[in-house]
């Protein structure tokens, strides 16, 4: 008879890396997230879960402590916040309408570069926030040029002064509508944050970001730091929206300075709402492509990632290393892909609120649910079970053709294992 699998040790010490997205916020923002959010998760699951004040580390790095009883077990985590929003705020560029011009600078890149096309085929809601804001962008100027071009025609062909003013009148109420509609896509479907960051990211790709890749330069010490913390029962790499692009890459380059790093078997890699086609795809992106095969070979099945098929930013359930294959034809294993299934976390009515708003769906994956689910931020980040192990038993998703058309981005790669 075989022996029976060797429980995993609880994790009773853990430091949490967190990478955050393309936001101006800081720490003060995702610590006092994470705290009332632990609270929520903590009444719905039966968690104990202490959030303790956020201090300062270095100026590169902000921490909090958290004591939490979970799954009638203690544990301590140190969440450690690796700061990079000082380095979005000095690339988000400012004013309505220089965004609106960066809005068609990085269309175009994508458009030539046969990123939209491949998004489109790979990931449909991926494609419409990408190309979204463009389309939006098109449309206000095509119908203010049909204003103007109608209040001219007007004047030229009657010559009477009543039409002249109906025309202007129009023009003037056309052009106020469709100002509020730039500013309801900027505000309320959040166009300005999203085309500002694939903007940030159309550079990323050229390798025209020195200050970004300084700051994870020094992430990625970081991580060996604390790596070579013995204390410490898991070392938890968490990185969400651009973050888990940013993340990926601490780890890679923590891989280039100590190739055993990651072998570590504390590591976990963890990635939350990730949108890697849209910089993976980009022909210049080779650095990026290789620094996934790293990581990716590294860490195997130590790499979760998680997407929502709802979830409008991200490319959801697309294995994070489909552009290695696809395009540079490395050899390169694969993250474990997962849905973390929010319509399990909520009742009809909540969920059917949640994707209604797009911005909130985004950062569902850091936020608590209305009921125990098998996703639980808070049982991840400050719970008594590894990553890998917490989810050891639940497949991954394999090719998952859901969202994809025309075959694919790739169409002659094919995973063998079924859909999870």
Same mark, same amino acid.
């Given at each position: 008879?075989?022996?029976?699998?060797?429980?995993?040790?609880?994790?009773?010490?853990?430091?949490? #890396? =967190?990478?955050?997205?393309?936001?101006?916020?800081?720490?003060?923002?995702?610590?006092?997230?994470?705290?009332?959010?632990?609270?929520?998760?903590?009444?719905?699951?039966?968690?104990?879960? @202490?959030?303790?004040?956020?201090?300062? %580390?270095?100026? &590169? %790095?902000?921490?909090?402590?958290?004591?939490?009883?979970?799954?009638?077990?203690?544990?301590?985590? +140190? =969440? @450690?916040?690796?700061?990079?929003?000082?380095?979005?705020?000095?690339?988000?560029?400012?004013?309505?309408?220089?965004?609106?011009?960066?809005?068609?600078?990085?269309?175009?890149?994508?458009?030539?570069?046969?990123?939209?096309?491949?998004?489109?085929?790979?990931?449909?809601?991926?494609?419409? *926030?990408?190309?979204?804001?463009? /389309?939006?962008?098109?449309?206000?100027?095509? *119908?203010? !040029?049909?204003? /103007?071009?109608?209040? $001219?025609?007007?004047?030229?062909?009657?010559?009477?002064?009543?039409?002249?003013?109906?025309?202007?009148?129009?023009?003037?109420?056309?052009?106020?509508?469709?100002?509020?509609?730039?500013?309801?896509?900027?505000?309320?479907?959040?166009?300005?944050?999203?085309?500002?960051?694939?903007?940030?990211?159309?550079?990323? /790709?050229? @390798?025209?970001?020195?200050?970004?890749? !300084?700051? $994870?330069?020094?992430?990625?010490?970081?991580?060996?730091?604390?790596?070579?913390?013995?204390?410490?029962?898991?070392?938890?790499?968490?990185?969400?929206?651009?973050?888990?692009?940013?993340?990926?890459?601490?780890?890679?380059?923590?891989?280039?300075?100590?190739?055993?790093? $990651?072998?570590?078997? +504390?590591?976990? #890699?963890?990635?939350?709402?990730?949108?890697?086609?849209? #910089?993976?795809?980009?022909?210049?992106?080779?650095?990026? +492509?290789? @620094?996934?095969?790293?990581?990716?070979?590294?860490?195997?099945? +130590?790499?979760?990632?998680?997407?929502?098929?709802?979830?409008?930013?991200?490319?959801?359930? *697309?294995?994070?290393?489909? !552009?290695?294959?696809?395009?540079?034809?490395?050899?390169?294993?694969?993250?474990?892909?997962?849905?973390? &299934?929010?319509?399990?976390?909520?009742?009809?009515?909540?969920?059917?609120? $949640?994707?209604?708003?797009?911005?909130?769906?985004?950062?569902?994956?850091?936020?608590?649910?209305?009921?125990?689910?098998?996703?639980?931020?808070?049982?991840?980040?400050?719970?008594?079970?590894?990553?890998?192990?917490?989810?050891?038993?639940?497949?991954?998703?394999?090719?998952?053709?859901?969202?994809?058309? #025309?075959?694919?981005?790739?169409?002659?790669?094919?995973?063998?294992?079924?859909?999870?």
């Amino acid at each position: 008879m075989p022996d029976s699998p060797v429980p995993a040790p609880p994790v009773r010490r853990r430091r949490v #890396l =967190y990478v955050s997205g393309f936001d101006p916020q800081g720490p003060a923002r995702y610590h006092r997230l994470y705290r009332e959010q632990a609270q929520a998760q903590a009444a719905v699951s039966g968690h104990r879960i @202490e959030v303790g004040p956020r201090k300062r %580390v270095s100026p &590169q %790095v902000d921490a909090w402590d958290i004591e939490a009883q979970i799954e009638g077990a203690t544990c301590h985590t +140190r =969440y @450690e916040f690796l700061r990079w929003d000082d380095v979005v705020r000095a690339n988000w560029m400012p004013g309505h309408a220089r965004y609106l011009m960066a809005t068609l600078g990085a269309t175009w890149r994508f458009a030539a570069s046969g990123v939209l096309w491949r998004m489109f085929k790979g990931s449909r809601s991926g494609f419409w *926030v990408c190309f979204g804001p463009f /389309a939006v962008l098109l449309f206000i100027v095509a *119908v203010a !040029a049909l204003l /103007a071009g109608g209040a $001219l025609a007007a004047w030229r062909w009657t010559g009477a002064s009543t039409w002249t003013a109906v025309a202007g009148l129009l023009a003037i109420a056309g052009g106020w509508a469709l100002a509020r509609l730039s500013r309801t896509a900027e505000n309320e479907w959040f166009m300005g944050w999203v085309m500002r960051s694939y903007w940030f990211t159309s550079r990323q /790709a050229r @390798e025209d970001t020195p200050d970004l890749d !300084a700051r $994870l330069d020094a992430h990625a010490t970081y991580l060996l730091e604390a790596l070579a913390d013995r204390s410490v029962d898991e070392v938890l790499l968490v990185g969400h929206s651009s973050g888990a692009m940013m993340a990926m890459i601490v780890a890679a380059r923590a891989a280039a300075r100590s190739p055993e790093a $990651l072998q570590d078997p +504390r590591f976990g #890699l963890l990635t939350l709402g990730q949108c890697f086609p849209i #910089l993976s795809f980009q022909p210049q992106a080779r650095r990026f +492509r290789r @620094e996934i095969a790293i990581t990716a070979n590294a860490l195997g099945e +130590r790499w979760l990632d998680f997407t929502a098929p709802a979830d409008r930013c991200c490319a959801a359930l *697309v294995d994070p290393a489909e !552009a290695v294959l696809g395009m540079d034809g490395i050899e390169c294993a694969s993250p474990k892909v997962l849905s973390p &299934q929010f319509h399990q976390l909520f009742t009809p009515q909540g969920y059917a609120a $949640l994707r209604r708003n797009l911005y909130e769906l985004h950062f569902q994956y850091l936020k608590a649910g209305e009921l125990p689910g098998a996703y639980d931020y808070f049982a991840i980040t400050a719970g008594p079970r590894t990553l890998a192990g917490r989810f050891a038993a639940q497949p991954g998703v394999r090719d998952w053709r859901g969202l994809q058309c #025309l075959g694919g981005p790739f169409p002659h790669l094919r995973h063998t294992s079924a859909a999870g």
